[in-house]
């Protein structure tokens, strides 16, 4: 079947698969707003509808199946990461998130392109072309890391302003995701976070572009990799349109949609300590 019989059968039939005080629960299909794009899940909630449920991915699931063709193991997959996620939430309820510690806040650099449905409902600044916004790690010892958003409504659940979440992350997440910089066989600084996952936002760390800067004794040219890593140039004088179109061509050539920071080059100046768009002649 598509992708399209393929919803409308595991909408309608999940539940069978699914352990005896879940059966009465219900199924729908929500499109799922992510950074640099949305995607379609299923969501298996109670009676009335309240209460926190994993989310189930539609394209994996219809990836599962297509790989294995066979529907009722793809619905016995899927309720067994289910059952596997309403295990890690009752330990981690991440819908209180009055609980939630503060600590765990940290910041994420996304494109403001693309993302303008996301942005409308997240508390977000504006730098240039970009836009950072915040997420909450959990932390648990079983199941590692996971984060999620920080909505308007988790911010004002947590009593925290859009500069409360600003100074809260700016301290955390160089602590939870520690710094990363490093020379390339080709020459360039390569700049993420040791774990490599929304690396760009290395950027921002406090004093890194200055301190680098400081090093080589020259301006930087910083060119966008993804969201995960960005390469890091001294300005010997390079023509700014050759540098955004290698960024652009890498783009098309290597990134995904959902992976991509930007389609040019950036500037960063020692004697401002800021970051810009370069202009040429």
């Not at 595991?10 to 499109?31: C, D, F, G, I």
């Not at 504006?126 to 409504?153: C, F, H, P, W």
């Not at 004002?156 to 020379?183: A, G, Q």
């Not at 990799?225 to 290597?254: T, Y």
Request: aromatic share 8%; proline share 5%; net charge negative.
């Amino acid at each position: 079947m598509n992708y399209e019989a393929f919803k409308t059968a595991v909408t309608a039939e999940l539940t069978e698969y699914l352990p005896a005080e879940y059966r009465n629960w219900q199924v729908s299909v929500h499109e799922i707003v992510k950074v640099n794009g949305t995607r379609e899940a299923l969501h298996v909630m109670p009676p009335g509808g309240y209460g926190g449920s994993p989310t189930l991915y539609l394209d994996e699931l219809f990836d599962y199946y297509e790989n294995c063709s066979n529907f009722a193991k793809t619905c016995q997959k899927a309720a067994a990461i289910f059952v596997i996620g309403m295990d890690y939430l009752s330990k981690i309820d991440i819908c209180d998130a009055g609980d939630l510690p503060k600590d765990n806040i940290i910041f994420v650099l996304i494109p403001q392109r693309g993302n303008e449905r996301l942005l409308a409902g997240v508390p977000h600044r504006l730098i240039m072309d970009l836009a950072l916004i915040y997420r909450v790690v959990l932390i648990s010892e079983q199941d590692g890391i996971n984060s999620a958003i920080v909505t308007k409504e988790m911010a004002e659940e947590l009593d925290l302003t859009e500069e409360d979440l600003y100074k809260l992350s700016i301290k955390n997440t160089p602590d939870m995701l520690p710094l990363d910089l490093r020379m390339s066989e080709s020459g360039l600084f390569v700049l993420s976070n040791q774990l490599c996952i929304s690396g760009a936002s290395a950027l921002l760390y406090p004093g890194v572009l200055s301190d680098l800067a400081e090093d080589v004794d020259s301006d930087l040219f910083i060119l966008p990799g993804s969201l995960n890593e960005v390469f890091i140039i001294p300005d010997v004088g390079q023509d700014v349109r050759e540098l955004n179109r290698i960024v652009a061509s890498a783009n098309e050539a290597i990134l995904k949609e959902e992976d991509m920071l930007s389609d040019h080059a950036y500037y960063y100046h020692r004697a401002t300590d800021q970051i810009c768009t370069p202009k040429w002649e």
